[in-house]
C-alpha cells in the first residue's frame, strides 16, 4: 500500500502548493498531493514508530495520546494536542521527535528520527497537516476507560457458579461437570464418545494421579471390582486408593514445581547450584500429598515466615515454603547491586502473578502493560512489597559470580537433614580467624583507596590483583561459615524469604532504568484488581502476608479460577482456557465459562482441597471417554474444544522413566535425601560439571523417580531435557509434546534404556518360562494390556531373528531357543513403543 | 529389509504407508484450521520438510563462524591512521580525542584486492578474499558485557529467553535433507547464556541446534585446570554397542511394525505418527553424521588446506571448518562454529590477538576457497562476527576493554556485496558515526537474504506474534548483491 502511495506521490507532489487552510471535518476531496505526502512521508513512519505504543490496533494509547487518526493527533493525550495543523511548534508530536525536550524524546530509547524525516513532518504540519485517517478504530485513551473495561472482562470479574444445565440424556452425566459438557456437545450437534475399556481407564487413572503404571495384579484387580460392583465403584475405590499414596504427591507437587519454575542452579550466564533448594522441592511434595487446602499452600510460599507456629518442626517448613520466592533464576554476574535486585524483584513479580493469577504483571516494568489494565504504578507498588523482604538464595561471590546472598537457618531439630560437609572445629576457628584477616586487609585497602583519591601517598599499596584475591578469598569463607555451626558442623539452612526490618516504598523508576528513580508509590495491588474488602497494607510490614490473603481471598476473581484450570488441563489434556498461563486479554478465553466458574467457586467452597477436585475430575463421565477417533466430531472440532473424546496424551518425561524402572522392577520408591546438586554438586559452577568423573554422564544413574533428578538450569538430566521438561527458567503451566530423533536416539542407543531392558528381560526369565506366557507378561507390564494374536506372531518371530545369527537360520526360527540377548532387544523395543509414551 | 516377507503377518507396511498418507493429510488440516496468525504455516510433510520463502532468497544456507569474546576491530579491520600518531590522537574527531591512555595498534594494515580492503597484516590468508569480503565496519549493540552481548547476538534479546538466529532460520526455511538435523552447532560454549544461544525458547523443538562437540569448559578454567576444552564424544547417543547395525534394522522393523499396528487401531494417532518418522530419521541420521563428522577420509590435501595435523594451531578450528562445510554441503541449514579460545584480549594483546588469528585465519581462508570452488558461496551465507569489538584505549596498558559502540563484522557469499566496507566509526574507532548498523538491523538483513522478511517471519506465542528482531531492525539494502 505504501508502496503504490509513493508511486502516486512522485507523479502527483510536484505540482502540490502549499494549503495553509485547515481541511474540513467532512472534507471529502482532500488535496490529492497533500494526501500523497501524507502517504508517503507521513504514515509511514507513526506507523513503524508510533502505532506501537499510540494506536487501536496496538490496543494501547501511551500518555492517552493516538496517532492512528486525524481527530485522535489532533486531541492529543494527557499532555496536550499532539497536532496543531499550521503551527509545528505548537503541537508536542514535533517537539517529541526532534528531541526538543529531554523527558518527551520519541521514540523511546531509539536514536533519533532522520533529518529528514521531522523536516518532513514540520512541512506537513506547516502546510495544514493533511491526513485522510478518520478513525473508526476506537481505544481507551485513557486509564479510566481501560481500567473501566477491564471490569468487565470475563476473568476480573469474581467467578459466579452456575446451576447445571438441562441435558437431554439423563444416564450419561455422574456429575455436574458433564452436564455442562454434554450440554455444550450437544448445542454443537456432538455426542460424547462411549466410555473406555476398563484396561485403558486402570492405565489412565494410574499416570493421571501417580505418574506410574499399573501393575498387572492393580489391573487384575481393577477389572474384578468393575465386573463386581461396576465401573463407577471400581473408579471410585481406585482413586481413593492412587489419591493416599505418596505417589500422588510427587506427580502432582511435579506440576506445581514446573508453575514455581523451580530449579537447583541460578541459570544465565553465571549459573551457580542452589545446593539447597532440593527443601522446597520437598516441601511442595508433601505438602500436596497432605492435601494444604490451596489458599494456605500459597500464603505459606508467599509469606511463610510471618505465620505463626506452635513447633520448632512447623517453623522449618515454613520457612522452606518461602523458597518459592528465592528459586528462580538470578543474574549473578551482574556487577552492580542495585540493577541485580531490582532484576530479582522483578522476576519474583512475574513468577508470582503468571504462575498464581495468570497475569504478566511484570511487563508494566518500562511501560504501562499494553493490553492488561496494569500501569507501571501497579507494578512498582508490587516491587515495594518485596523491596521491604530479603531474598536468601545463597550463593557467595567467587570469580564466577559477582553477587553473595545468605542463608535462612532453619531451627534445630532433633531429626534434622543437612547434607552438605562439615569441617573440624578447628578449621572453622581458623576460618574466623581467616576471613577476620581478609576483612581487616580489607580495610586497609579502603583506607588505601581513600587517601590516594585525597591525593595523598597510602600508607601501603595494593594492586587489582590484591582486591580481587581478598574478595575470592573472602566470599568462599563466608559462604561456607553460613552453613556451620561454631563446632564446625553442618547445620540445616535453606533457601526464602524473611520481612526486612525497614520496609520501604519503591520509587518509580522511568522505562524501568534503575538510574531513573521518580516518585515512591505506596505498596499495593494492582487498581484492576483491587476489592473492598482486600487486607491494607500495615505501614511496618513488608505487606507480603496481605498479598497472600488478597490473592486467597474468596473475592479475588483469578487464583482459584487459574488454579482449577491447570488442575483440568493436566487431567484433560487442555485447560479450559488452553493458555494456562495468561487469563489476560492476549489468553484464550474459556470453552466452558460457566463451568469454569462452577469449578472455581466449589473449590472455594469445599475446602481448596486439591484431591478433591481431582477426584470430582476423574469421576465425571466426561474423563471416562475413550479417546478413539471420530470423523465427523474431528471435522466439527478438531481440537477438541468441545470435548467429544479424551485426547491421547505423551507422558511426561518423568513418567517415561519412572514408567520403564517400574516395568523393569527396579523403581525405588523411596525418597532419596536431597538430591545430587546438594550431594554431589555443591558449589561447582555448572558448566565445570563436565569435568567431574564422579557424576553420571546422564546425570542421572539413579532408580528413584525422576521428580528427584538433578534440576540444574541449562544442563538437565539427559532423559529430561529430550523429553521436553519444563524450563526451569519460566513458570510453565503446559509443557510442549515434541517427537524428535534425539528422542529416538536415546531410546535406541543410551545406556540407561538398555540397563532397563536388560532387568525388564531378567524379570521375565524369572516370571515365565515359556516364549508366549513371556511375551503376554511382557506387554501386560510395559503397555497395560494383553497382545493381540498378531503381535504374538510377529513378536515370536522377532525373537527368533533378533541375533544376525539367529537370522541367518531363520527357517528354523519356532525350534530355536531364544537367548537372553534377544529378549533384551525384544524389551527394549517395547519400552521405545510410542504406545509405551502414549495415554489412551 | 526386514526379513519378514509374509504379508499376512506384516499387515503393518501397506497400512502404516496409508495411514501414514492421511496423517500428513492432517497435518494439513491442522495448519489450515490454526489462525493465520504465523507467519509460516506447517505444510504437509511435517514441520522440517522444506518450505516457500516470502521472495526469492540469496542464501539457502548459513555458516556462522562465531569469535566468542569480541575481537579488536581496531588491530584487524577498522584502520584507524590517527590512533597511530601523537597528532591524530590529539586531534581526531571521537569523543576519546586527547585520551591519554588510547593505545596505536602494534599491527600494521595493507589494503587488500581490487576492492582495497584493509585488513591487517594478523589475517595474511583471508586478505587474499578481500573481494568476497563484506565488511560492516559500523556494528553497535547494547551492552559492553560478554553474556548479554553474546545471547543478543544469537536471540536478539539478553532480558528474555528467546529462539536464536538459527532457529528462527530453521522454522522459516525447512531442512534440506531429511537425514540430518537442520540446525547444527558445534562446541558452542556453556557460558554466556549456554543453550539459550541455539535455543527454540517457545519454537518448537525441531527447531533448536543438534549440538555436537560433548560439553565443554570454558576457556577461562580450561587454562587453568589445564584440560582439553572439548572432551569426550561430538553426539550422545549414536553409537550402539550392543546391536550390528543390520541387528538393530531389524529390531526397528519390530518396534515400526508394533507402531503400525497400534496406528492401524487408533485410525488416527499424530503422535505414532511421528514417532515411526523419528525412529526412520534417527536412524538414517546415526548412519550420516557420524560419516559426516569422520574426516578420516579427506585427502592430504584437503587437511592441509584446513590446517588440520597434529600440533598445528590451526588444528582445532581447521575441522570445525571442514566440518562446517561437509554439514553444509549435506544440507544442514544453519552451522555455527565456534572459534576455539577467546578473543577476550584485556592483556597482552600483541601476542594474544596473534595467536587467536593464528588459530583461524588460515581456517576461515580454506572455507571460503572451499565453497568458493564448489560453487556454493553464492548461496551459502557465511558470517564472522563476535559479540563486540574493544576500545580504542588501553586497558591494562597492553590490552583493550569491550566496546558495543562501535565494531565490525563481515559476511561472504550468499547474496551479500563483495569488497565492499559499509559503515564507519569515528576517527579512533570507539563509536559507529556512519551508518551505524545494530544487532536487529543485521538480524533483519540475515533473513532478508534468506528470503525473510523479518516483520512477517513470526510465532505465535502467549497470544503475541514474535519475530526475531522484536520490534526493531532494518535491512541494510546496502549489503545485498
Not at chain 1, 500523497?36 to 507521513?42: D, L, V
Not at chain 1, 532522520?114 to 485513557?142: C, L, Q, Y
Not at chain 1, 528513580?517 to 505498596?523: A, I, K, L, S, T
Not at chain 2, 495411514?19 to 489450515?32: D, E, I, Q, V
Amino acid at each position: 500500500m505504501f508502496r503504490l502511495a509513493s508511486a502516486f506521490a512522485l507523479t502527483a507532489f510536484v505540482a502540490a502548493a502549499p494549503a495553509m487552510a485547515e481541511e474540513g471535518a467532512n472534507a471529502d476531496a482532500p488535496n490529492a498531493a497533500e494526501v500523497a505526502f501524507f502517504e508517503s512521508k507521513i504514515r509511514p513512519v507513526l506507523v513503524k514508530h508510533c502505532y506501537e505504543c499510540h494506536s487501536a490496533e496496538a490496543g494501547v494509547a501511551e500518555g492517552g495520546l493516538r496517532l492512528d487518526d486525524r481527530s485522535a493527533i489532533r486531541a492529543g493525550g494527557t499532555r496536550g494536542p499532539a497536532v496543531i495543523p499550521g503551527r509545528p511548534e505548537a503541537g508536542l508530536l514535533l517537539t517529541a521527535i526532534a528531541h526538543a525536550d529531554r523527558d518527551l524524546a520519541m521514540p523511546p530509547d531509539q536514536p533519533q528520527l532522520p533529518k529528514e524525516v521531522i523536516a518532513d513532518f514540520r512541512r506537513w504540519i506547516e502546510r495544514g497537516a493533511h491526513d485522510p485517517r478518520d478513525g473508526a478504530a476506537t481505544v481507551a485513551s485513557d486509564r479510566e476507560t481501560l481500567l473501566a473495561q477491564a471490569k468487565n472482562f470475563w476473568a476480573y470479574r469474581r467467578p459466579v457458579a452456575s446451576p447445571p444445565p438441562a441435558v437431554a440424556d439423563e444416564t450419561w452425566p455422574r456429575d455436574d461437570v458433564d452436564r455442562f459438557v454434554l450440554a455444550r456437545l450437544t448445542e454443537q450437534g456432538l455426542a460424547p464418545s462411549p466410555d473406555a475399556s476398563p484396561e485403558t481407564l486402570v492405565r489412565r487413572l494410574h499416570f493421571d494421579l501417580i505418574g506410574l503404571p499399573p501393575s498387572p495384579e492393580a489391573i487384575d484387580s481393577f477389572l474384578a471390582e468393575a465386573s463386581a460392583k461396576g465401573i463407577d465403584a471400581a473408579i471410585a475405590a481406585e482413586a481413593d486408593r492412587l489419591l493416599a499414596s505418596p505417589a500422588f504427591g510427587e506427580r502432582w507437587g511435579r506440576h506445581w514445581l514446573d508453575v514455581a519454575r523451580f530449579g537447583e542452579s541460578s541459570g544465565k550466564e553465571a549459573n551457580i547450584p542452589f545446593p539447597y533448594a532440593w527443601r522446597y522441592r520437598d516441601y511442595v511434595i508433601d505438602s500436596v500429598a497432605d492435601d494444604v487446602p490451596y489458599d494456605r499452600f500459597l500464603t505459606e510460599q508467599i509469606a511463610g515466615d510471618l505465620l505463626p507456629y506452635e513447633s520448632n518442626r512447623e517453623r522449618a517448613r515454613l520457612l522452606v515454603a518461602t523458597g518459592f520466592l528465592a528459586v528462580g533464576t538470578k543474574n549473578l554476574s551482574e556487577s552492580n547491586e542495585t540493577q541485580f535486585h531490582a532484576d530479582l524483584v522483578d522476576e519474583q513479580i512475574d513468577s508470582l502473578s503468571r504462575a498464581l493469577i495468570g497475569s504478566s504483571i511484570a511487563c508494566a516494568r518500562c511501560h504501562d502493560h499494553k493490553f492488561d489494565p496494569f500501569s507501571m504504578k501497579d507494578y512498582y507498588a508490587l516491587a515495594g512489597v518485596f523491596e521491604s523482604s530479603k531474598t536468601y538464595f545463597g550463593t557467595f561471590v567467587s570469580p564466577a559470580s559477582q553477587q553473595g546472598g545468605e542463608l535462612i537457618r532453619l531451627p534445630r531439630l532433633d531429626d534434622e537433614v543437612a547434607l552438605h560437609p562439615s569441617v573440624t572445629a578447628k578449621r572453622y576457628a581458623e576460618m574466623k580467624e581467616q576471613l577476620a584477616a581478609l576483612e581487616a586487609e580489607r580495610a586497609e585497602m579502603d583506607e588505601a583507596q581513600k587517601e590516594f583519591l585525597a591525593g595523598r601517598k597510602p600508607k601501603k599499596e595494593f594492586t587489582l590483583t590484591d582486591a580481587l584475591r581478598n574478595i575470592w578469598q573472602t566470599g568462599p569463607l563466608v559462604g561456607k561459615l553460613q552453613t556451620i555451626d561454631e563446632q564446625g558442623r553442618a547445620v540445616p539452612v535453606a533457601m526464602g524469604v524473611l520481612d526486612d526490618p525497614a520496609p520501604t516504598e519503591s520509587p518509580l523508576f522511568a522505562r524501568g532504568e534503575i538510574a531513573r528513580p521518580g516518585d515512591p508509590v505506596p505498596r499495593g495491588y494492582p487498581e484492576a484488581l483491587r476489592f473492598d474488602s482486600a487486607p491494607p497494607i500495615p505501614q511496618d510490614a513488608s505487606g507480603r502476608l496481605q498479598l497472600a490473603q488478597w490473592l486467597t481471598h474468596p473475592e479475588h476473581p483469578l487464583t482459584a479460577r487459574v488454579f482449577v484450570n491447570r488442575v483440568w488441563s493436566h487431567l484433560f489434556g487442555e485447560g479450559l482456557v488452553r493458555t494456562v498461563d495468561d487469563f489476560g486479554r492476549t489468553g484464550e478465553g474459556p470453552s466452558h465459562p460457566e463451568l469454569l466458574d462452577t469449578l472455581a467457586v466449589d473449590f472455594a467452597k469445599e475446602g481448596q482441597s486439591l484431591k478433591r477436585l481431582v477426584r470430582r475430575l476423574v469421576l465425571t463421565r466426561t474423563y471416562r471417554q475413550a479417546s478413539i477417533f471420530d470423523g465427523n466430531a474431528f471435522h466439527a472440532d478438531p481440537d477438541n474444544r468441545f470435548l467429544w473424546r479424551m485426547p491421547k496424551r505423551r507422558l511426561e518425561a518423568e513418567a517415561i522413566r519412572d514408567a520403564m524402572l517400574a516395568v523393569s522392577g527396579e523403581l525405588d520408591l523411596d525418597r532419596p535425601q536431597g538430591s545430587l546438586v546438594a550431594k554431589k554438586v555443591l558449589d561447582k559452577p555448572i558448566s565445570l560439571i563436565g569435568l567431574d568423573k564422579a557424576l553420571p554422564e546422564d546425570l542421572d544413574g539413579s532408580t528413584t523417580r525422576s521428580v528427584y533428578l538433578p534440576v540444574i538450569r541449562d544442563r538437565l538430566p539427559d532423559v529430561l531435557e529430550l523429553f521436553d521438561f519444563a524450563e526451569p527458567a519460566l513458570v510453565t503451566g503446559k509443557r510442549d509434546t515434541t517427537n524428535v530423533p534425539v528422542q529416538a536416539l536415546y531410546l535406541m542407543n543410551s545406556p540407561f534404556v538398555r540397563q532397563r531392558a536388560e532387568a525388564f528381560a531378567r524379570r521375565l526369565a524369572k516370571a515365565a518360562n515359556n516364549r508366549e506366557a513371556r511375551i503376554e507378561l511382557a506387554f501386560r507390564l510395559s503397555l497395560g494390556r494383553l497382545p493381540e494374536p498378531h503381535e504374538i506372531e510377529r513378536a515370536s518371530a522377532y525373537l527368533a531373528s533378533a541375533s544376525d545369527a539367529d537370522a541367518a537360520e531363520s527357517s528354523t526360527a519356532d525350534s530355536v531357543a531364544v537367548d537372553e540377548e534377544g529378549w533384551n532387544r525384544f524389551c527394549q523395543a517395547l519400552l521405545s513403543t510410542a504406545e509405551f509414551r502414549q495415554l489412551d | 529389509m526386514s526379513p519378514f516377507h509374509d504379508d499376512s503377518l506384516r499387515p503393518s507396511r501397506r497400512a502404516a504407508l496409508k495411514s501414514l498418507a492421511s496423517g500428513f493429510g492432517y497435518l494439513a488440516f491442522a495448519a489450515l484450521a490454526q489462525r493465520p496468525t504465523t507467519g509460516i504455516a506447517s505444510p504437509a510433510g511435517g514441520p522440517l520438510a522444506a518450505k516457500e520463502t516470502h521472495f526469492p532468497a540469496r542464501a539457502k544456507r548459513v555458516i556462522f563462524l562465531c569469535m566468542n569474546g569480541g575481537p579488536s576491530h581496531v588491530d584487524l579491520f577498522d584502520y584507524k591512521p590517527k590512533l597511530n600518531d601523537a597528532e591524530g590522537r590529539r586531534t581526531a574527531d571521537s569523543p576519546l580525542k586527547g585520551n591519554a591512555a588510547l593505545m596505536p595498534s602494534p599491527f600494521r594494515f595493507a589494503r587488500h584486492g581490487q576492492s582495497g580492503q584493509w585488513i591487517s597484516e594478523l589475517m595474511p590468508e583471508l586478505a587474499k578474499q578481500a573481494d568476497d569480503l563484506c565488511f560492516v565496519k559500523s556494528m553497535h549493540t547494547d551492552l559492553p558485557n560478554h553474556a548479554q552481548a553474546f545471547l543478543q547476538m544469537h536471540t536478539g534479546s539478553f532480558q528474555f529467553t528467546r529462539p536464536s538466529l538459527g532457529s528462527w532460520s530453521l522454522y522459516g526455511l525447512g531442512s534440506a535433507n531429511q537425514n540430518l538435523p537442520g540446525f547444527v552447532t558445534i562446541n558452542p560454549p556453556t557460558d554466556n547464556g549456554g543453550a539459550r544461544n541455539y535455543g527454540n525458547a517457545f519454537l518448537p523443538a525441531v527447531y533448536q541446534a543438534t549440538k555436537i562437540g560433548a560439553n565443554q569448559t570454558p576457556g577461562f578454567y580450561a587454562a587453568i585446570l589445564g584440560v582439553d576444552q572439548e572432551p569426550g564424544p561430538p553426539l550422545r547417543n549414536v553409537d550402539n554397542e550392543w546391536m550390528t547395525k543390520q541387528e538393530q534394522r531389524r529390531q526397528l522393523d519390530f518396534l515400526r511394525d508394533l507402531d503400525s499396528l497400534k496406528l492401524e487401531r487408533d485410525e488416527r494417532n499424530p503422535e505414532v505418527e511421528g514417532a515411526i518418522e523419528s525412529f526412520e530419521l534417527a536412524f538414517r541420521m546415526q548412519d550420516e553424521l557420524p560419516a559426516l563428522l569422520d574426516l578420516s577420509g579427506e585427502s592430504q590435501t584437503t587437511l592441509d588446506d584446513y590446517g588440520i595435523g597434529p600440533d598445528l594451531p590451526t588444528a582445532r578450528f581447521g575441522r570445525q571448518c571442514l566440518l562446517a562445510r561437509r554439514l553444509a554441503e549435506s544440507g544442514v541449514r544453519f552451522i555455527e562454529i565456534t572459534a576455539p579460545g577467546s578473543w577476550d584480549h584485556h592483556f597482552q594483546i600483541d601476542s594474544a590477538l596473534k595467536s587467536s588469528c593464528q588459530a583461524t585465519d588460515l581456517p576461515v581462508a580454506a572455507l571460503l576457497r572451499d565453497l568458493k570452488q564448489r560453487g556454493m558461496l553464492e548461496e551459502t551465507l557465511v558470517i564472522w562476527a563476535g559479540e563486540f569489538g574493544r576500545t580504542p584505549y588501553a586497558q591494562s596498558g597492553t590490552g583493550r576493554d569491550h566496546n558495543n559502540k562501535g565494531y565490525t563484522l563481515w559476511m561472504a557469499g550468499g547474496g551479500v556485496r563483495g569488497g565492499l566496507s559499509y559503515g564507519s566509526t569515528d576517527e579512533l574507532g570507539y563509536q559507529a558515526v556512519e551508518n551505524p548498523v545494530h544487532i536487529h538491523d543485521w538480524h533483519a538483513t540475515i533473513l532478508h537474504l534468506l528470503g525473510f522478511d523479518h516483520e512477517r517471519l513470526t510465532f505465535e506465542y502467549a497470544g503475541r506474534d514474535y519475530r526475531l528482531t522484536d520490534v526493531h531492525g532494518r535491512v541494510v539494502t546496502d549489503l545485498v548483491a
